[in-house]
């Protein structure tokens, strides 16, 4: 996902970087494996060999509470890992003993293993998973809330994914600035042009759209190769490789995937449907990008939702009353018309901070000044808690009422802190950086280097939950078209549209269309032709003809909020009837991005039945929670469910939920 984007698929993230997991041997002492649990590592993804043949080495958990004091025993030593050699160009790929350094790729694959003592019954294979992005790090997010992915679909399955190629730990990594202390320099500096979203002032949509066009063509001149094989059919057929390979040659062919997506990971997993629709056992779908548009780079379905998730805040903000919410008024509407007047003032007047001592504010270093808060980062706060409102709402009320009253401490807090603290390992916090979807850090502790320069390539950084050039890459790769990077008339054209569709956040939102001006690569292999279902019949030139849908070995489930900021109802609708005897589960009285954001067991017994037998559901769930109260809603039950089991699933989900930061 890229650092100043969002928009349908992305995966959203702060950007939290991951010193856990450090490769290890099965012969470890029990001292070892202690001291490793007490002292987190850098992964040394160096030391395993890489290989055309997936081979898998035991490593390590990282010392995470959370692993510490799982109620399930079997967790010590069920991580392994691989990196897997592939050809660069499927459409061409030359034989395992001819791969080398110039015509492959080299993918990081990490596992977490079955409870060898499940009482779900017998062992059902690998499950595979995307978090979503494009450019999220599979590996970042196993080792981070994998547990809880397992626990919900069933620990009789090994729990399987990978940093996509381009992506993380797999090579060559998509950075269009060139790596190293020096390159991550240059992006900061970059990044301190970024002009605001583009309301913000007279002409800031020009600047914005000559910039995005910049930095494609900047990208596109430094890393041709990879940028033309990295659209999501190699990312599928990689996938499909990955299985093969975990069957062995004498199941060739014959593993059917199971397969959990979220957001972007549902283009993943609906492109991998498409191509290879026998080898489709499971298919859970969660937050879903149109197929159509995506596919077409046309892009006006994905807000059809936000200002629905706008207004659960003015509603729920109501409810709440005065003791619940920070920026309370009488009626929904006076809470909007204040938000609106607010913002109006912010534009004009941005609120100055000052910081205190940083023994007040527990930094541990001094902290400088001035810093403000605009209206560009107001507005980006705004966007980003609609993707989780019941972890984000109640917090911006409180800082929305702080800047109200000229104080913009409550935006530091909420924003510089709880970016900080999760760079420092600390997940407990709202953490937000800058980029297109979070306010701006100050310009004090934007620039932090890594702890060495060494430039081994998977050594260089610490392990993250996204590679920002990443997103753009390989969206722009799988859209039909491009816009021109000369047309600003088209580009103002669509603002005008798209704010029409959403007037909360289509300033920020239209740089996820952006992020695709004046690229020109395409992607080598094309799969797809023109007469493809995930082509409208407008680009085939054919009058309207029913649309042929795809048949898979067994029916996919699309799961969808009522209501969710940019992966809206719709979309799962439409891609549903690409796909034969597929279901759209909704969840109803839920608001944000993917079921994640308003979990609900009802949700997780549904997709463990799914995964268990293949029964679909008959009916909607509902969200377990709503914003502005800190847990379950009134009448919602406990943490402990009806029975032990539904109890672990509760407390898994709503684990997965509060914990994932999109």
């Known amino acids: 996902m890229s650092s100043d984007e969002q928009g349908p698929g992305r995966n959203n ?3 939290r970087t991951y010193h856990g997991l450090e490769a290890g041997s099965e012969e470890d002492s029990q001292d070892d494996k202690d001291e490793d649990q007490a002292k987190p590592k850098r992964i040394k993804w160096s030391s395993i060999p890489p290989n055309s043949t997936l081979t898998w080495h035991a490593c390590f958990p990282p010392s995470l509470e959370r692993h510490r004091n799982s109620s399930r025993q079997n967790r010590n030593g069920t991580l392994d890992c691989a990196r897997l050699v592939l050809p660069m160009d499927w459409s061409s790929p030359p034989s395992p003993s001819a791969l080398n350094e110039t015509n ?14 499940s009482k779900l019954g017998p062992y059902l294979g690998p499950l595979f998973f995307n978090p979503g992005g494009p450019g999220g790090s599979g ?23 990978w940093d996509p ?37 007279e002409g800031v949509l020009f600047d914005a759209y000559a910039r995005a066009a910049a930095l494609g063509r900047v990208c596109e001149s430094r890393q041709e190769e990879i940028l033309r094989h990295s659209s999501s059919p190699y990312h599928a057929r990689d996938m499909l490789e990955i299985l093969d390979q975990i069957g062995g040659p004498e199941h060739l062919g014959k593993l059917s995937l199971r397969y959990w997506g979220f957001s972007y990971g549902t283009v993943l997993g609906g492109t991998f449907a498409a191509m290879y629709p026998d080898r489709v056992e499971r298919m859970v779908n969660d937050g879903n990008v149109d197929y159509r548009e995506w596919y077409t780079g046309s892009h006006y379905n994905f807000l059809r939702d936000a200002d629905k998730v706008m207004s659960a805040f003015y509603r729920f903000c109501h409810f709440a009353g005065k003791d619940g919410c920070a920026f309370w008024d009488d009626s929904p509407e006076n809470i909007r018309n204040r938000l609106e007047k607010l913002l109006g003032r912010v534009k004009m007047v941005p609120v100055a901070i000052i910081p205190p001592s940083s023994s007040l504010l527990g930094l541990g270093r001094a902290v400088q000044g001035p810093e403000l808060v605009t209206y560009s980062k107001v507005k980006r706060m705004i966007s980003t808690a609609l ?55 100050p310009s004090n502790i934007l620039c932090p280097l890594p702890d060495d320069e060494t430039d081994t390539d998977v050594e260089r950084f610490p392990l993250e939950e996204d590679t920002p050039d990443a997103s753009s890459a390989i969206m722009c790769s799988d859209a039909m078209s491009f ?20 007037a909360s956040v289509a300033s920020v939102q239209i740089s996820f269309k952006l992020s695709c001006v004046g690229r020109s690569l395409a992607p080598i292999w094309k799969p797809f032709n023109l007469s493809h279902p995930f082509f409208p019949p407008r680009y085939s030139g054919h009058p309207e003809p029913e649309v042929k849908k795809i048949k898979t070995s067994h029916p996919i489930l699309f799961i969808a909020n009522g209501a969710d900021n940019v992966t809206p ?34 949700t997780a017994s549904v997709i463990r039945r799914y995964f268990q037998t293949g029964e679909m559901p008959d009916g909607v769930c509902k969200g377990d929670g709503r914003p502005f109260f800190d847990e379950f809603y009134a009448g919602q039950g406990s943490m402990r469910g009806k029975d032990e089991e539904q109890g672990l699933l509760r407390k898994a989900i709503w684990k997965l939920g509060m914990d994932w930061r999109w």
């Open 13 to 15: 993230t702060s950007h």
């Open 104 to 117: 492959s790729v080299t993918l990081a694959i990490i596992r977490l293993r079955a409870n060898p003592s």
């Open 139 to 161: 590996i970042y997010a196993l080792l981070d809330h994998g547990e809880q992915i397992q626990t919900i679909a069933g620990d009789n399955h090994d729990l399987v994914t």
């Open 165 to 201: 190629r381009g992506v993380g730990a797999s090579l060559p990594r998509i950075d269009c600035w060139g790596g190293a202390s020096q390159g991550e320099v240059q992006r900061k500096i970059w990044e301190l042009g970024d002009p605001g979203v583009v309301d913000a002032h």
């Open 387 to 441: 993707y989780q409102p019941i972890l984000r709402f109640k917090r911006v009320a409180q800082v929305l009422a702080g800047l109200e009253e000229g104080n913009g401490l409550p935006f530091y807090e909420y924003t510089i802190l709880g970016m900080m603290n999760d760079a420092s390992g600390d997940s407990g916090d709202d953490s937000q950086e800058e980029s297109g979807r979070h306010p701006a850090p």
């Open 483 to 502: 816009p021109s990077s000369n047309d600003t008339t088209d580009n103002g054209q669509y603002y005008t549209e798209l704010s029409k569709i959403s």
């Open 569 to 602: 109802l719709v979309s799962a609708r439409n891609n549903s009837e690409l796909f034969e005897d597929s279901v759209v589960l909704v969840q109803e009285d839920s608001w944000g991005h993917t079921t994640l954001a308003a979990p609900s067991a009802c």
